[in-house]
T-cell receptor, first 112, second 112 residues
Framework: SQTIHQWPATLVQPVGSPLSLECTVEGTSNPNLYWYRQAAGRGLQLLFY??????ISSEVPQNLSASRPQDRQFILSSKKLLLSDSGFYLC???????????FGDGTRLSIL | QKEVEQDPGPLSVPEGAIVSLNCTYS??????FMWYRQYSRKGPELLMY????GNKEDGRFTAQVDKSSKYISLFIRDSQPSDSATYLCAMKRSGTASKLTFGTGTRLQVTL
């Protein structure tokens, strides 16, 4: 069966520091991968998605970037964090864009 | 106006009650409809996935789609305290380029 792992579960970072969140999927090949941010009362906002290695589409211009160095690895990064980057970050995968997405347990990011 | 509207609740029901959770939407092009359950500090978990109109049943859960009214529902029979969570609806158009649009979630509390 397929599983998705995200780490860390919780992260506290100072303003201006870099960020790297990692997501890996097991049990499937060539998944579609997604990064979301969830804010209270605002639902899930799609940040990035990837249909293959090195292929990244950005949905919202922002202080973040994503990379997919391996088939089942998706990384969310920032060079300099802003206070507004605080939130709950979720990684998801799907077999294809028309199939439902399955989520990891997220990273709660607090910026001080 | 948001594309997907969902009452945030909280909705409090006694154990054993039938729960009805709903979403309305404005985009008639939505073809795929999903319900996710999200426990506190966890990622969303896929409960139901339906295509176009009609009903789908899985155990105590029934998903209903009425495209003519742009209205979807999730019914939970014999509700249990373990059903206490936030329920998110999500939907998308057909085609690989379209993305999921989420409701903001309804918080459900099932009391003993």
């Amino acid at each position: 069966s397929q599983t998705i792992h995200q780490w860390p579960a919780t992260l506290v970072q100072p303003v201006g520091s870099p960020l790297s969140l990692e997501c890996t999927v097991e049990g499937t090949s060539n998944p579609n991968l997604y990064w979301y941010r969830q804010a209270a009362g605002r639902g899930l906002q799609l940040l990035f998605y990837s249909v293959g290695i090195g292929q990244i589409s950005s949905e919202v211009p922002q202080n973040l970037s994503a990379s997919r160095p391996q088939d089942r690895q998706f990384i969310l990064s920032s060079k300099k964090l802003l206070l507004s980057d605080s939130g709950f970050y979720l990684c998801a995968w799907s077999v294809s864009r028309d199939q439902p997405q399955h989520f990891g347990d997220g990273t709660r990011l607090s910026i001080l | 106006q948001k594309e997907v509207e969902q009452d945030p609740g909280p909705l409090s029901v006694p154990e054993g009650a039938i729960v009805s959770l709903n979403c309305t939407y404005s985009n008639s092009a939505f073809q795929y409809f999903m319900w996710y359950r999200q426990y506190s500090r966890k990622g969303p978990e896929l409960l139901m996935y339906t295509y176009s109109s009609g009903n789908k049943e899985d155990g105590r859960f029934t998903a209903q789609v009425d495209k003519s009214s742009k209205y979807i529902s999730l019914f939970i029979r014999d509700s249990q305290p373990s059903d206490s969570a936030t329920y998110l609806c999500a939907m998308k158009r057909s085609g690989t380029a379209s993305k999921l649009t989420f409701g903001t979630g309804t918080r459900l509390q099932v009391t003993l």
